[in-house]
């Protein structure tokens, strides 16, 4: 038998403000290692490219990727296939560095509720896992737990071997709402509880 129920989302201790932990954002990943590749590729392109325009001007002859790229672009048709992937790649490389300008990375961080506006906390899903299992494990009739933890849910799928699933259900609604409580997360996750039996054997 299998039974689910959603609690509902739980709110800030007494006396918190809820414009500060509202406030408190996602964590922003710095990304060196894809910007440190983006300029240094680019550098090396403007680099070898103002190279060969001053070696042009200087009466030099043109590098010969150069001429082949210009004669190449000057004979290729739009719908040559080359030019199709050459264009598809650029599109695809476009659009990887517009999504890690525009989202903030750093999903395995939670951000916490703001005591003080210059103080900024996050608690990784890990340990927010480990925190719920735990107090799921402490549950009377509680045989196995496993825990997700997404940015605004929290999937429990408990296992009942001795007691009616309804009442472990209603235990672990009652003290794993508390448990996430007890995170100080900026945006507690909906809570989601499920408990079956265990299988026969055989």
Known sequence: MSETRSAPTVAGPPGSTPSTGESSGRFWSPRRVPAALVAVLLLACAGLLLYDIAAVRAHHPAMRWRRELARNL???????????????????????????????????????RRPHPDVRAALRRDAARLVLRDRAMDVAGVRAARVRVRRRKADVRAVSHFRDPDDVRADLDTVLTDAIGDLALARPPRLSVHVTRPGRKG
Request: proline residues 8%; charged residues 15%; negative net charge.
């Open 74 to 112: 000057a004979e290729r048709p739009l719908d040559d296939t080359w030019v199709l992937a050459g264009a598809a790649l650029a599109v695809a490389l476009g659009l990887w560095l517009i999504a890690l300008a525009v989202t903030p990375g750093l999903r395995d961080l939670l951000p916490m």
